[in-house]
């Protein structure tokens, strides 16, 4: 569970996870970061503006190429009743004269020290609109998330307040057919219909959701194997 009601009394140091967003442009993968910043640390809901953005990112892809030129990472921050976690939403800014490219931008895979990340990407968010569904920047990700060796995505069917219920089941078969082809365990990832939006305007039902997805990135993205920290010596402090 995430805890919401009591976001700041777990016990320190508690694990830390880093997660990535994927997808599509334009499907609301940064407002979809501010909604889960602002309620999984129980703070009132804001608008999406993620304050000063760090410069171009030194991360790579999850093929291990370089990241693109003009790229950089925007910092999100939440805590759950039992962990505390960093997204890291990726920004393109093509150069002046160059258009966007193709798909919507790369993945992202980081390195030591990129947004205070230690080890990676422990999982991933990929964030599809119920108004379009699957394009192609959602299975480019994909695939190279996979071929990046990421294994834990948590699906966010973003603006589902625009879309009714049977759009929302069509828009989820897809996304379960296009994991189920890149080798995912496409019936047994957790997927989420969301409206990060009207979250942030603190709509009850919507607020609901990103609760959900809370939950389910607690649940279904495992804590990861970290090196323990050496002890001081003469402390037994670590």
């Known amino acids: ?37 602002a309620h999984g640390t129980g703070a009132a809901p804001r608008s999406p503006e993620p ?28 805590t759950t009743g039992t962990r505390r976690y960093t997204v890291l939403d990726p920004a393109l800014r093509p150069e002046p004269g160059t ?14 020290g990129d947004c205070g ?4 990407l422990d999982g991933a968010l990929l964030v599809v609109s119920v108004r379009e569904g699957v394009r192609p920047g959602t299975a480019e990700q994909l695939a190279l998330a ?16 625009a879309g009714s219920d049977g ?5 989820e078969r897809q996304v379960r057919t296009l994991l189920a082809a890149h080798g995912f365990a496409a019936e047994n990832l957790p997927a989420v ?10 709509d009850p039902r919507w607020t609901g959701s990103i609760e959900a997805l809370l939950d389910a990135v607690d649940t279904y993205v495992p804590l990861p194997e970290r090196a323990p920290r050496p002890r001081h010596p003469g402390t037994g402090v670590r």
Do not use: I, W
Not at 11 to 31: A, E, I
Not at 104 to 110: D, E, H, L, Y
């Open 51 to 78: 304050g000063p953005e760090p410069g171009p990112a030194t991360a790579g892809r999850p093929d291990g190429h370089p990241a693109a030129r003009g790229q950089r990472l925007r910092c999100f921050r939440y």
């Open 117 to 120: 990340a230690r080890s990676g």
């Open 99 to 112: 258009g966007p490219r193709p798909g919507g931008g790369p993945a992202v895979r980081v390195r030591a």
């Open 167 to 171: 759009l929302s089941e069509r828009v």
């Open 146 to 161: 996979r071929r990046g060796g990421l294994a834990h995505l948590v699906v966010a069917l973003t603006m589902a307040d």
């Open 193 to 202: 219909r969301v409206s990060a939006r009207r979250a942030l305007d603190g």
């Open 1 to 37: 569970m995430s805890g919401l009601s009591h976001p700041r009394t777990a016990p320190f140091p508690v694990p830390h996870l880093t997660l990535g967003t994927l997808g599509h442009s334009g499907h609301g993968k940064t407002t979809l970061a501010a909604a889960l910043a």
